[in-house]
Structure formats: C-alpha cells, structure tokens
C-alpha cells in the first residue's frame, strides 16, 4: 500500500496581511499530482486544513476541489482529520458528498465515521477507528483516527491539578489510553496505521504554530505512541521531522508553505509510504516546490547593502524580512522606496549601533515626553511621524500613571 502524508494546510492564511491564495493553490496542485504521479492508494490529511472556524469562501472552495481530485472520483482513499485550528462541524460539512468519493472526514475523538460502499468500502469501524479496502490494494487498512484532542473536544476534565505537569501528565495517559483503544483493532493481515493532530514530547516547533494550549500541558509523552502502528502520521507542527525516539515509524509532514520567518530555511516536504502488512514501513520525504519562499535579509552595510541585496535578487519572489543596520532610523521616504522596489518586503526593522542606541538611552531622562513617544513611534512605525492627538493621548496616560504611582507609595 502506498501512502502520501500532509498536514497543516493552513488555507486562508495570510502572511502579516499579504494574501497567500495564489500560493496555496500552488501547493494543493502540486500535492495532487504527487498523489497522481506517485500512484498513490490512501491519502492522509493531519489536520489544520483552515487556519481558522471561519475560514474565507475561496480556501473552502479550494479545499473541496483538493479533495475532488485527491480522491480521482473514489478510486483513492482519503482520509481527513481535523486539528486546532479547524472547526470540526465545518470540516465535517462536505461529508454527505465526500463520502461518495470514498473519502473519510473525523472532526472529534472517538467519532464513529460514516459507512463508504464504493471501491473505498468501509469493512467494519467504531469509536475512533475504522477498516478500509483500498482500491489496487490486496490488503485492507485499519486507521486510529484522533483529531485534536483538547480538554473541550474530548468533553472530559483531565486533572483536577491545576499544577502544568499534572495537566500533561494527565493529558498524555488520555491520549494513550485513547490510541490503545483504537490500535487494539490492528491486526497481523492488516496495514495498521494511526493518524493524529497533537504535540509529540522532544519534537521541534516554529514560530508560526499558535500555541495548543498555554504552557506544555497538551504535550504527549514519547512512550505513549502506539506500538502496534507500523506508521504513525502526526499533523500541528511545521516543521516536517520523524520523531527520532518514538518506538515505531512516527513523522510530521509539516506545513506546505513556510508561514513565518522562522522556517525560512526550512526545505517543505510530504512523505511517500509503502507498507503492507508485517513489516516495517518505507518512508521516503519529496520536496515542494509550490510558493513563494521567506528569506532574513540582514544588512550590515546600511541602507546601500540592502538596495544591493535588491539589485542581486534580480526580481525573483521572495518574502523578505529586512534588518538594516544604520547610525539613524529609515525615513518613511527611504522605507516607501525600498516597497516600492521589492513588493515583497514583508518587514524592515532598523537596528542601531550599540553606542548609539546607549547615547540615546543616556539622554531620555532629560527629553520630555512629548519627544520620547516621537522618537518611539518613528522607530516603530518606519520613521512616520505620531498623529499629534495620539502624542497627547500618550501623554495623558503617563501622567495618570504616575500619578497613580505617587499615591500608591503614599499609602
């Protein structure tokens, strides 16, 4: 059986307010014809397909039409999970349709999937697990299927402790007790595979996943990963890794598209898997190379460095974040012309000489406060000068402050 493993789609999500649609079409067109060219049997999508409840029309549009052609009109199995960020009812919406294409959508745990009868034929299922033929496959498939596990989703109270390690502690055991009741419906004659959106213990994050919860409370200890899967498919991470200490094959695919600049020099991948039963499952990583890339352009050569930097891209796409390294702050003039010249400049950030900025420090004692908001707002917002309402608002508020201060220590 072969099989091809994604996650975090992210549709809709922009990239600090740039629109990124025309990249996640790129990206769904490129997977597809991976899964063509690859002759795929089974699909597994690991949840995070939206990056919101409520995603905007055109990335529901483009998820359906992915799944129309993942699914080459039910000759292919997939099979969706949903995770933190998606909306299970949402998600679960396309399903009256999606199950005439023999794909499988599980929007919360332990959901019983509904029945397929075509050329993907469910051959026996329950709470949280199912049995699937595959088409040009002389083995069936069984599937663990835990979409994000949280506190909410699972509708149960996980420790009455409050302290963080009780919390994971407790969160892990549900997770593993969750996973042994599903696996337990594996078999010797069967491709066991478990499928799941949450955080692994010792794995690598970037930037741009939120959080799942505050603090490591929904993590998931290494030992309570199934041992009976022959591969283990994980979605929330973006970063696409095999979870080296895990007992069995366990991977994250990782996000399609970069999604900050923390992953800019990350190579995006899916992993290809063949697997039958009672052997070790082959996991080979293939590029994408749908979208366009994030790259840090750190110049110490100033402002002249940075158009330099322009002039050797030679025009080709990039998402840039730009540090400028300059004995006075960019003009709002300076900073217009370099977007103008690279309409891909996400961010520019001025960084000053260590002298300088100490001389500045030394002297903001002795500026009003009118001044110091000013010298502030420059900084922040490109060398802009502040609205005057909004330096009296600053002001305001200040003085209040103090004030307020003033009576404190006089109590």
Not at 175 to 186: G, P, R
Not at 374 to 387: H, L, V
Request: with cysteine; hydrophobic share 40%.
């Amino acid at each position: 059986m072969r099989i091809l493993h994604t996650s975090d789609w992210h549709l809709g999500r922009p990239l600090e307010g740039r629109s990124r649609q025309e990249e996640q079409e790129q990206f769904v067109d490129e997977i597809c014809n991976i899964a063509d060219q690859q002759e795929v049997n089974l699909v597994l999508i690991a949840g995070d397909v939206f990056d919101t409840y409520n995603p905007p029309a055109w990335a529901e549009q483009l998820f359906c039409q992915a799944l129309e052609r993942l699914a080459q009109g039910g000759r292919r199995a997939v099979v969706v999970i949903a995770g933190n960020h998606d909306s299970p009812d949402r998600l679960s919406a396309v399903r009256p349709l999606a199950q005439r294409l023999g794909i499988l959508i599980a929007g919360v745990p332990q959901e019983e999937v509904l029945p397929l009868t075509g050329a993907v034929k469910t051959l026996a299922a329950g709470p949280g697990w199912v049995e699937i033929v595959v088409p040009n496959c002389e083995h069936s498939a069984v599937l663990a299927l835990l979409p994000y596990p949280s506190e909410s989703r699972l509708g149960k109270q996980l420790s009455e402790q409050l302290e963080e390690y009780s919390l994971r502690d407790a969160y892990s055991q549900v997770v593993h007790d969750l996973l042994q009741m599903q696996t337990a419906n594996f078999r010797r004659d069967t491709v066991n595979l478990a499928l799941t959106h949450l955080f692994v213990q010792g794995s690598i994050g970037s930037e741009s996943e939120r959080p799942i919860e505050v603090g490591g409370a929904c993590t998931v200890a290494i030992e309570h990963l199934p041992l009976s899967a022959q591969y283990i498919a994980l979605g929330h991470l973006h970063r696409p890794q095999q979870v080296k200490a895990a007992p069995v094959p366990a991977y994250y695919s990782g996000s399609p598209l970069a999604y900050s600049f923390s992953e800019s020099n990350q190579s995006k991948v899916v992993y290809l898997v063949d697997v039958e039963p009672g052997r070790v499952a082959q996991v080979q990583a293939l590029p994408l190379t749908a979208g366009i890339p994030l790259q840090r352009w750190v110049c110490p050569g100033g402002l002249e460095e940075a158009w330099q930097r322009i002039g050797a891209a030679q025009g080709k796409p990039a998402w840039v974040d730009l540090e400028i390294h300059s004995s006075q702050w960019l003009s709002a003039e300076q900073a217009a012309k370099l977007r103008e010249a690279w309409p891909w400049l996400v961010n520019i950030r001025t960084v000053l000489p260590s002298q300088v900025e100490l001389e500045q420090a030394e002297r903001l004692s002795s500026l009003a406060l009118p001044e110091i908001f000013d010298r502030f707002y420059k900084q922040r917002r490109e060398g802009a000068t502040p609205p005057s309402e909004l330096v009296e608002l600053f002001v305001s508020l200040a003085n209040d402050a103090a004030t307020q201060d003033e009576g404190e220590v006089g109590k």
